[in-house]
């Protein structure tokens, strides 16, 4: 079974940092892109960032751009998002999502469940 475990999550003050891991178990993530998404209470969800199969193709919003990084370790089957730099509108939901194609255009199949990140003093 497909599944995807976000962790990392918490409660971190402004201008501070965190790290999410997007685990797969019962696939091999080498042959999918992975996005970032998130959403916030009475927002949409907004895709933050995606990785591509690779590895070597990375976008990001207009919103985290600077701020945030997106790796993959296809041999720890993970994809990372560094967060630094957090401000309080940064506070939703994370998602991470898969999707099996080599770029990111397109939709995701597979999702996480979410992790809770707030910034808040």
């Known amino acids: 079974q497909l599944q995807l475990v976000e962790s990392g999550g918490g409660l971190v003050q402004p201008g501070g940092s965190l790290r999410l891991s997007c685990a797969a178990s019962?696939?091999?993530?080498?042959?999918?892109?992975i996005g970032w998404f998130r959403q916030a209470p009475g927002k949409e969800r907004e895709r933050v960032s995606c990785?591509?199969?690779?590895?070597?193709?990375?976008n990001y919003a207009d919103s985290v751009k600077g701020r945030f990084t997106i790796s993959r370790d296809n041999a720890k089957n993970t994809v990372y998002l560094q967060m630094n730099s957090l401000k309080p509108e940064d506070t939703a939901v994370y998602y991470c999502?898969?999707?099996?194609?080599?770029?990111?255009?397109?939709?995701?199949?597979?999702w996480g469940q979410g992790t809770q990140v707030t910034v808040s003093s």
């Open positions: 990785i591509n199969r690779s590895g070597g193709s990375t």
């Open positions: 019962g696939f091999t993530l080498d042959y999918y892109v």
């Open positions: 999502a898969s999707a099996n194609r080599a770029y990111c255009s397109g939709p995701f199949a597979s």
